[in-house]
């Protein structure tokens, strides 16, 4: 068995599969997280098995502390440690300006986007931290460019909730650095996934593609090929960083 035990929330779909997909070929065991569509976990599990690779199912909501901490538990029973987490599921809702938005809409955001990566985060380094006689690790946090752009009359309290996982990630890898932990960020924009149809708007990479330095919207293998990176050893001196995946934008 591989001694890598990597965690990926979010994986039945978008760049959360791809990454799965590209992790399994780099001999990881991978364990799936998903909220609602167990068909496209265990269908990817399957593909993934078939290939050799040693894969855990998991549904959970990750904003649900109770569901976050039953899926570590299941993870050391079945791997004994994890090694590396990838903080990727991630909810947006439709567009709208901010005028209009409830409290039940922004922290049902909210909840998702950053207590759950914050659940996970501290799930995770318990069990890695070489101060809890863990052997060390690595976390990717997939936050957006709406981090920096802020998403106006579209999707505030997404931006919002990315900018906070910024801030997680600078704080924790800080936090954990001299733990044997190394945590980073990503900021993909404009990735062809099925999110764009959950903000409203299924077209909405080709409207912006004109104002996209590089004129193309992006695969999720692209994002997938960055977090495979910084989880790995050949990004053994980096941490607290983080890499846009966004066209030049
Ligand atoms: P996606 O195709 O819509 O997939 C979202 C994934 O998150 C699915 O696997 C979904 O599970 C899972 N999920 C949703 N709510 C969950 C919950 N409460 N608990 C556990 N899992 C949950 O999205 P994507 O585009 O690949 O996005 C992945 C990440 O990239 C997100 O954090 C997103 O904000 C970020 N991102 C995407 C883009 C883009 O252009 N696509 C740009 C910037 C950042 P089910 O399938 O079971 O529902």
């Not at 799965?20 to 998903?34: D, G």
């Not at 997939?142 to 906070?164: H, L, M, N, Q």
């Not at 077209?203 to 919207?217: S, Y």
């Not at 990176?229 to 934008?249: E, M, P, R």
């Amino acid at each position: 068995m591989s001694e890598n035990t990597v965690l990926i929330t979010g994986a039945s779909r978008g760049i959360g599969a791809a990454t799965a997909r590209l992790l399994a070929s780099q001999n990881y065991n991978i364990c799936l997280n998903y909220h609602q569509q167990r068909n496209a976990a265990v269908q990817l599990s399957e593909e993934l098995t078939k290939a050799g690779c040693k894969t855990l199912i998991l549904q959970a909501d990750i904003s649900q502390e109770d569901q976050v901490t039953d899926m570590f538990r299941k993870i050391d029973t079945a791997f004994g440690s994890l090694t590396h987490l990838v903080n990727n599921a991630g909810i947006l809702k439709p567009q709208m300006r901010l005028q209009d938005m409830s409290a039940e809409r922004i922290n049902q955001i909210l909840t998702v986007n950053v207590t759950g990566y914050f659940l996970c985060c501290r799930e995770a380094i318990k069990r890695m931290s070489t101060a809890n006689s863990g052997k060390g690790g690595a976390i990717v946090n997939v936050s957006s460019v709406a981090a920096r752009t802020g998403s106006p009359g579209e999707y505030i309290d997404y931006a919002a909730s990315k900018g906070a996982i910024d801030t997680l990630t600078t704080g924790l890898a800080t936090e954990v650095a001299s733990e044997g932990i190394r945590v980073n960020g990503v900021r993909p924009g404009f990735i062809y996934t099925d999110m764009h149809t959950d903000g409203g708007e299924p077209g909405r990479i080709e409207r912006l593609r004109p104002a996209i330095p590089m004129q193309r919207g992006g695969q999720p293998e692209e994002v997938a090929a960055a977090i495979a990176w910084l989880l790995s050893d050949q990004a053994s001196y980096t941490t607290g960083s983080f890499i846009d995946l966004a066209g030049g934008k």
